[in-house]
C-alpha cells in the first residue's frame, strides 16, 4: 500500500479525545452543582394545607403513624432526637428542621421533637404538608 493511501485512511478517522474531555467536564459540573437531599428513611401522609413555604437546608425529621420518629434513614429512639439533631445541626449551623409528622401521628411525639429542637436553639421549626 503506497503512502497515499495510508495518509487518506488516517484523514477518515474521528478523533474522539476532545469529546470525551467535554463530556468528562460537564459530569464533573453536574455532581459539583447537584443538591443532596436528605430524605427521613420512611413514607410518610402528610396533612393538607391552605398556604405552604419552600424552606431551603431542612433537616428532617420524619413521625410515623406508629409514633416513631426517624431521622437520616435510621429509627431513633424519642429520647436521642436531641443527640441526632445537635449533630446534623453540627454539619448544618443554619439548617431549619422540618418535622414530616403522619396525619395519625401523636401530637406528643410531635411536640417532643420540636421541644428538643427548641433547646438546640432552632427557631425555626415547621411542619410539613401536602399542597
Sequence with gaps: MSRRAEAEEDAGAIDLTPMLDVVFIMLIFFIV?????KEPGTEINRPDATTATLVKT?????VTEGNKVWINRNEVDIRQVKTQLQVLLAETPRGKVVIQADR????????????????LGVNAISLSTEQ
Excluded: C, H, M
Design 33 to 37: 452543582t447537584a443538591s443532596f437531599i
Design 58 to 62: 431542612p433537616i428532617l425529621v420524619a
Design 104 to 119: 395519625e401521628a401523636n401530637i406528643k411525639t410531635l411536640t417532643e421533637v420540636a421541644q428538643a429542637a427548641r433547646e
